[in-house]
């Protein structure tokens, strides 16, 4: 009997087995296995096989957070290891609600529900809001006017969604479901009532962990279904307090549009509260941010596994890491680092950046939920947390290719088109993000294997940082672009200063001092201001070559030029330092003994220079790609 061959998944290459094995048989041998009859049972059983291996595949990969495809396996799977994927976010705005009352209006105390419907329109659409919770407030003198009024109201966008469930016996620990797939769980309130009769209720709390759990806990579990809605189940008298038959759950939340509404900015309320006459005024604090889809398949894979190493404990930067990003959708990237990373340490304090997703923006409050519901209960006793904010670094690039026609049909655009696409899918995947340094050898890698015609790349990377000056005031400003840096290198875009009461229209550049010598170019320069007629008008800082640090002292910008809203600076890293690291801590003072502030690099976000060459504002090109044939 001819040996077997179960090894193919291909169906011509079952086929074949099939064929050969038949064929080998003495009561076939005169068998003609290509005729129509045989070929057509020979074919059926080749897809047979075919697709019961094509369904063991499927399974075994669904069976695996890593390959699984299906939301709902991996859904199921992160549930295995703890991990709740988050649902839709709300879009919150912050404002300022006044409500002046009526002449004759008696009341001095005036509650607002939290029932209460505001709206406004983003693009032509108009969106329903609600305040996040009933707030309270007295009347008071507001500029010799009588008003009611509510500072820094959060409003969350959606509907309000109540659901009722009555409890039947048998049925005490059966999980509920909630039919409404687009809800804000973090706006999810959960009660319980005693009875149809009895209308005293009880609130339950989402569970947290398991410690704190008793067989009194009134606790809830929450769970995103197979089919993509969420679940409550409440405990068995083991872990949480179990419900009896003939309670009724009471359950309300926003159902949302997720990210459809942010950027709202204008608000009105859609109903009277204090009488017809009243007169509202809302003044935007913060404009709708945070609205969120919910989370997909990409980020639950990445973050589950981690959310499970913390095991709901902040131990390491990497578990507040995993915790922050699982706690806010609005949240692209994080870096957190200890005190005692700092040169000197500056112990009992944990740092963290938050890089907002694009568009969106982390507010106070974001800062606040994060200290309140991650940090403390979550964290080592007695470490504060404290939010360094991102720092921008755009990288601009200017890249030399040389190719070899002889070996390819793309012409010179459609090198230049494919360089172009390679370096923006580097930054777009491997950067952009917080405490993520750019390798030089990787970017030339990158750039040469965009084309197998490609013999030759020269890249000359260059460092931009973007001032926002306050206009007509002399100010005082300090970065530093966290690199060594050439001399002579340093320039910006056109804008006009105020110096000795005459107006200029300068740039900036340096000059080194006379003891920056080459290779090292160790030391200090001056930074003047440079009239277009090539005039040295002023010195308005200093530089430090060894660590890239800026100061500049008395700049009185008047204005900047074109639609600019920053002035950009460019310069070169040093020869030696073409890596962008954001790894490295950097001391705020150049002395041992005075206090260092935490203002590493770790909080730098390097992302590609979107500047476009303008003879208004003496902008550069931010990617300026040359690609030249061999022999020319």
Known sequence: MPQINVTELDFDLIKQNLKNFLSSQSELSDYDFEGS???????????????????????????????????SSIVSLAKAIGYTPRSRRCATATVTFKIQPPDGYSESVY?????????????????????????????????????????????????????????????????????????????????????????????????????????????????????????????DDVLGKKLVPGNVVLVDYINTNGDEANGARSFSCARVLTGATEIFTTTLVNKASGGQKKESIDSIKLNAPRYNSARERGVTSADYKSLILASNSNIRSCAVWGGEENDPPIYGKVFISLDPMPGQVITEQDKENITTGVIIPKGSVSILPEYIDPEYTYIALKVGVVYDPNITALSAGQIQASVSSAIRDYFATDLNVLNTSLYYSRLHNIVKESSTSIISVNIIPIIQKRLSPILNTASTYTFSFNSRIQPRELHSTWFDAILNETTYKVKLQDLPNSNVAPPAYNGNGIIYLQTQTGTNVGTVGTVDYSTGKIQLSALNVKNLYGSEVAIRINTRPHDESKDILTSVLTRTSATST??????????????LDNSILSAITGSRKGLDISVTAKGY
Request: zero cysteines.
């Open 37 to 71: 009859a045989l070929s057509i049972l020979i074919d059926t059983l080749a897809y047979n096989t075919h697709y019961n291996a094509m369904l063991a595949h499927l399974i075994a990969n669904e069976s695996f957070l890593d390959s699984a495809i299906k939301r």
């Open 594 to 607: 005075s206090a260092v502030v935490a203002k590493p690099s770790k909080n730098t976000v390097l992302t």
């Open 111 to 235: 509650t607002l529900s939290r029932d209460t419907v505001f709206e406004a329109a983003v693009e032509g659409t108009s969106y329903t809001f609600y305040p996040s919770e009933t707030l309270q407030t007295t009347l008071e003198d507001d500029a010799g006017t009588p008003r009611f009024i509510f500072n820094n109201m959060l409003l969350k966008e959606g509907k309000r969604v109540s659901n009722k469930f009555l409890i039947s016996s048998g049925n005490e620990t059966k999980s509920l479901v909630i039919p409404n797939k687009n809800i804000d769980t973090s706006t999810l309130r959960v009660r319980v009532q005693t009875s149809g009769s009895d209308f005293t209720v009880t609130s339950y709390n989402s569970h947290v962990g398991l410690l704190d759990i008793t067989n009194t806990s009134k606790v809830y579990f929450l769970e995103e279904t197979i089919d993509g809605t969420y679940s409550i189940r409440f405990g």
